[in-house]
């Protein structure tokens, strides 16, 4: 099945500055890869999401890019704020599953 | 809108004791229906999805069960409650695994 592992566990960040996580996925059938955003105590958020026909979609200050080559995708935060610290799970679908990262934890530091 | 209905927000249950989590959707037909659940500090584990009333595909072996007896509601029990049943229970839907995963507010279950 598919397997996504990302990278870092843990980034920190001075506010105003940009973010990336990267994720990789196995799958190199998989064409969905959706982004999350999960606060303390909260559900997951879809944030921003990109299907295996395009290579980078924007979104105010997120991105995500994919390189299905490598198998691999990331997100970019830009201009960082206090209100994107959070838990940022990536995931891909393979095997008509999604299958999730375990997650990032993003600090940023005002 | 489509809005997931999940409740209550925070559970505490004894060890031994009957589990009943409800999630109902609104605004959507013949939604995929899931129950994920989220250990402290950890990712995302499916437990249970269905793909219409009555279809209830398991993903782990474990004490709970789960029940899709109308279209949009999608229930999660247990008869006996371990210790290792806490965690943060996630209800979500989507269209298909290839659609956009939505997720509910979650419930946190405290076995103790």
């Known amino acids: 099945g598919e397997n996504v592992e990302q990278h870092p566990s843990t980034l920190s960040v001075q506010e105003g500055d940009s973010a990336v996580i990267k994720c990789t996925y196995s799958d190199s059938a998989s064409n969905y890869f959706p982004w999350y955003k999960q606060e303390l105590g909260k559900g997951p958020q879809l944030i921003i999401d990109i299907r295996s026909n395009v290579g980078e979609k924007k979104d105010q200050r997120i991105a995500v890019t994919l390189n299905k080559t490598a198998k691999h995708f990331s997100l970019h935060i830009t201009e960082t704020q206090p209100e994107d610290s959070a838990v940022y799970f990536c995931?891909?679908?393979?095997?008509?599953?999604?299958?999730f990262g375990k997650g990032n934890q993003v600090v940023v530091i005002p | 809108s489509q809005t997931i209905h999940q409740w209550p927000a925070t559970l505490v249950q004894p060890v031994g004791s009957p589990l009943s989590l409800e999630c109902t959707v609104e605004g959507t037909s013949n939604p995929n229906l899931y129950w994920y659940r989220q250990a402290a500090g950890r990712g995302l584990q499916l437990l249970f999805y269905s793909v219409g009333i009555g279809q209830i595909s398991s993903e782990v072996p474990q004490n709970l069960s789960a029940s899709r007896p109308q279209d949009r509601q999608f229930i999660l029990s247990s008869k006996k409650l371990l210790l290792s049943d806490s965690g943060f229970y996630l209800c979500?839907?989507?269209?298909?695994?290839?659609?956009?995963?939505?997720f509910g507010s979650g419930t946190q279950l405290s076995v103790l």
């Open positions: 995931a891909a679908v393979g095997n008509n599953r999604l299958a």
């Open positions: 979500a839907r989507s269209g298909g695994p290839n659609e956009k995963l939505f």
